[in-house]
Nanobody, 124 residues
Framework: QVQLVESGGGLVQAGGSLRLSCAAS????????MGWFRQAPGKEIEFVAA????????YYSDSVKGRFTISRDNAKNTVYLQMNSLNSEDTAVYYC?????????????????WGQGTQVTVSS
């Protein structure tokens, strides 16, 4: 069992930045690929970014590539999402997820554990 708690969301102006954190507890974190997903009101959940177990491989959706950066600190059992150049289309609830696999995935069905989510609102 892995418990995930996201933090760092909030209200930011367009063009601004936020850093989300996801603290993991429970089963060993360092062998799990991790991902960030988001869901805007009335829309399906959307892949944002993922990172493999040792942080050497990163995956991004086209909509955030070049603006967002995923990273992890296995010593702290934490994964981060640095979000820059935010715009109104980034407004959503952001979820952290843990995969039972070593490599990250673009697909929500590949992730076994999910956090409660943190709201990110970008004002224009």
């Amino acid at each position: 069992q892995v418990q995930l708690v996201e933090s760092g969301g909030g209200l930011v102006q367009a063009g601004g930045s936020l850093r989300l954190s996801c603290a993991a507890s429970g089963r060993t974190f360092s062998t799990n690929a991790m991902g960030w997903f988001r869901q805007a009101p009335g829309k399906e959940i959307e892949f944002v970014a993922a990172i493999n177990w040792n942080g050497e491989d990163e995956y991004y959706s086209d909509s955030v590539k070049g603006r967002f950066t995923i990273s992890r600190d296995n010593a702290k059992n934490t994964v981060y999402l640095q979000m820059n150049s935010l715009n109104s289309e980034d407004t959503a609830v952001y979820y952290c997820a843990a995969s039972p696999h070593l490599s990250g995935s673009y697909y929500a069905r590949e992730y076994e554990y999910w956090g409660q989510g943190t709201q990110v609102t970008v004002s224009s």
